[in-house]
């Protein structure tokens, strides 16, 4: 079946580094992409979307590229702070809902 | 409220009750989900509303789970004859129509002893 998943469960950075998380898709025809930040006991906070007709978006310190040749997606964040330390989910829009990946959990080191 | 909002924040019963979970979305948003997340895992899809249309039902797990929306606000999810498996956060989100960002709550967590 289709699916959303990502290739790195952990992801250990220094702080200042950047951090790159990746997920891969299996719908080409998904038309949006989103990725969330979930901090513990709270529900996932927005960070930046992307749509299908786009390969790149910006946003504040972050960075959504889109490669519908290979069905890849990753957030880049610049200057990475402990602030930063999440889990980090990649979601793919089918039919209106959202199917979530399984998470990478980005942990920074002073 | 500015945001989507849960309730109760915490929820424990005992195997083979029935449960009642509350979302309020936020005002505007035409489109409701709701998600579940059991510990260390990602978000599942349940159930999703967008305003008079009939609901999206294709993820709730049994016969057990159903959710209303009344109104085109609140909506309430619940669970009939609670099993262990249900342990779970329960996460409700709102959003405009279309694929947009979808605004969450801060959940509820449920614990069936």
């Known amino acids: 079946g289709e699916s959303v998943g990502l290739h790195l469960p952990t992801l250990s950075v220094q702080e200042g580094d950047n951090s790159i998380i990746n997920c891969a898709y299996s719908?080409?025809?998904?038309?949006?992409f989103i990725w969330y930040k979930q901090e513990s006991g709270k529900g996932p906070q927005f960070i930046i979307d992307?749509?299908?007709?786009?390969d790149k978006r910006q946003g504040q310190r972050v960075t959504v590229l889109l490669n519908k040749t290979v069905k890849h997606l990753s957030l880049q964040i610049a200057a990475t702070q402990p602030g930063d330390s999440a889990v980090y989910f990649c979601?793919?829009?089918?039919?209106?809902?959202?199917?979530f990946g399984q998470g990478t959990e980005l942990s920074v080191k002073p | 409220g500015a945001g989507v909002s849960q309730s109760p924040s915490n929820k424990v019963t005992e195997k083979g009750k029935d449960v009642e979970l509350r979302c309020d979305p936020i005002?505007?948003?035409?489109?409701l989900y709701w998600y579940r997340q059991s510990l260390g895992q990602g978000l599942e899809f349940l159930i999703y509303?967008?305003?008079?249309?009939?609901?999206?039902k294709s993820g709730l797990p049994s016969d057990r789970f159903s959710a209303e929306r009344t109104g085109g606000s609140v909506s309430t999810l619940t669970i009939q004859r609670t099993q262990q498996e249900d342990s779970a956060v329960y996460l409700c989100?709102?959003?405009?129509?279309?694929?947009?960002?979808?605004?969450f709550g801060p959940g509820t967590r449920l614990t069936v002893l």
């Open positions: 989100a709102s959003s405009f129509p279309g694929p947009n960002e979808q605004f």
């Open positions: 719908n080409s025809a998904s038309d949006y």
């Open positions: 992307i749509r299908s007709n786009m």
């Open positions: 979601a793919e829009n089918q039919g209106g809902k959202l199917i």
């Open positions: 005002s505007g948003h035409t489109a």
């Open positions: 509303f967008q305003g008079n249309s009939a609901p999206d």
